[in-house]
């Protein structure tokens, strides 16, 4: 069923040089006129061997920004397998060395990629979040992480980038002018990873990527364009913040509005949300989206791990075509408990039951108003509900919210842009604020 890896058994290439010129050549004046991309290497020091860079990934095309920015130094990329599956990236990522990695899941093929890369000599960029943030707050990391690092015994360069996710938001298709940083420095050097713990390894990863080991609060960045700032946000926020009601919100112009209540913000272009009137909101997306993550863990705070907690009707997209991307391949019904995810229904004209342990869907990516994706032994399972395309951040937010409950084993720091891990780095309203207060589970921060 489905196509494993696609070149899981090819031979990691070294990047090709002469694409890497034109790929610079051609992006780096497009980044400095459209992003006014500044570079600070000022705490990076280049190894004389091979090194790992870890960026926070903030929007599609940082691996651009990392890329461009270390020019004449070139990266192996480790990427999410399914950009393997379109063409003409399914040739173009391999010729620029990249490594098809399976999402939130052990991924044996992978790693044997890296070994090889650092071992001949080369160097690495890895995104740990694993996915695109989805509120514009770092999301935390697998904890394995931290044994990669200390198996890979070489330095550790940090990225943090800053802008991106103002100019390219998760929430909406393509760009918008605006101002972007790259922020380059040591992070580890190869005796740091052998000395220090997973644990210190990790929690220096989520300090650095975060941005919360900064000495000082970090200059806003904003768009040079204030004109239909939130179109598109309703595909990422779906609960009223002042009643409650989903998917109730439209957007229009600067403007997001409850069709319930009237409850409205605006938004400007430091991406900033303000109410309108005596409305109630957030501060920022991430706000916003961590206080739909806690009202979602309260409900589920009736439920028990065997209890359901939704069952819905889905069509299931996989690869079953090299270089044709992830196509329809069947339909059935998909449920979430406490214990783990389930899909009985037809897939490649069989019927079949798969079962997805909870312990294994520690993070769910979603395309906002497409599809969320579920990867298990080395395949990717796009799920689309059949009631609308707009509910794909409800069951991505529920179901990372029942890990969190409910999982056994978890394998996520904590470090979460969500109820269990935000930081507040805006003055919020004290009605927003006493609300939220109520919503966070045990351990959560204000």
């Not at 790929?23 to 990076?44: E, H, Q, T, Y």
Request: a positive charge.
């Amino acid at each position: 069923m489905g196509k494993n890896k696609q070149g899981a058994a090819t031979k990691i290439r070294k990047p090709n040089g002469f694409l890497y010129f034109v790929f610079f050549a051609l992006i780096f004046p497009v980044m400095k006129l459209m992003f006014r991309l500044k570079v600070d290497r000022s705490g990076f020091s280049p190894p004389d061997g091979p090194f790992v860079v870890l960026c926070n990934h903030a929007s599609f095309m940082d691996f651009v920004t990392v890329m461009i920015s270390l020019y004449p130094r070139k990266l192996n990329a480790v990427v999410a397998q399914k950009y393997f599956y379109y063409s003409p990236l399914d040739r173009f990522l391999p010729f620029m060395g990249c490594i098809p990695k399976t999402l939130f899941a052990p991924d044996p093929h992978s790693v044997m990629g890296i070994l090889s890369v650092i071992k001949r000599g080369d160097n690495l960029l890895l995104f740990p979040e694993g996915r695109c943030t989805t509120g514009g707050g770092y999301m935390g990391i697998h904890k394995a992480t931290a044994k990669l690092i200390k198996k890979l015994g070489v330095p550790v360069v940090s990225c943090f980038i800053e802008g991106a996710y103002t100019c390219m938001p998760f929430w909406r298709k393509g760009v918008r002018w605006g101002r972007q940083r790259a922020s380059f420095a040591t992070l580890f050097t190869a005796e740091d990873t052998q000395r220090l713990s997973a644990d210190e390894i990790n929690s220096l990863i989520d300090k650095r990527l975060s941005g919360s080991d900064r000495a000082t609060a970090p200059e806003r960045l904003h768009v040079n364009v204030e004109k239909n700032l939130v179109i598109g946000l309703e595909n990422i926020l779906y609960i009223c913040p002042k009643c409650e009601a989903e998917f109730s919100l439209e957007t229009f112009g600067n403007t997001i509005r409850c069709m319930v209540c009237g409850n409205a913000a605006v938004m400007d272009r430091f991406t900033r949300l303000s109410p309108v009137g005596d409305g109630i909101c957030p501060p920022t997306v991430r706000d916003w989206n961590a206080l739909q993550f806690s009202i979602e863990w309260k409900r589920l705070g009736f439920l028990s791990a065997d209890d359901e907690i939704f069952r819905t009707s889905v069509f299931v997209r996989m690869n079953a075509r090299p270089a044709k991307g992830l196509e329809i391949c069947g339909q059935g019904m998909l449920v979430l408990t406490g214990l783990g995810w389930t899909y009985t229904g037809e897939l490649f004209g069989e019927t079949v039951k798969l079962f997805f342990p909870l312990e294994s869907v520690p993070g769910i990516p979603f395309d906002p108003n497409d599809n969320f994706q579920i990867y298990a032994g080395g395949t990717i399972h796009a799920f689309r509900p059949v009631e609308g395309a707009q509910f794909c951040v409800k069951y991505a937010t529920v179901g990372e919210c029942a890990y969190w409950r409910f999982s056994p084993s978890i394998q996520v720091t904590p470090v979460h842009d969500s109820g269990l891990g935000m930081e507040k780095t805006e003055k919020i309203s004290v009605d927003w604020f006493n609300k939220v207060k109520t919503l966070l589970p045990p351990g959560g921060n204000t």
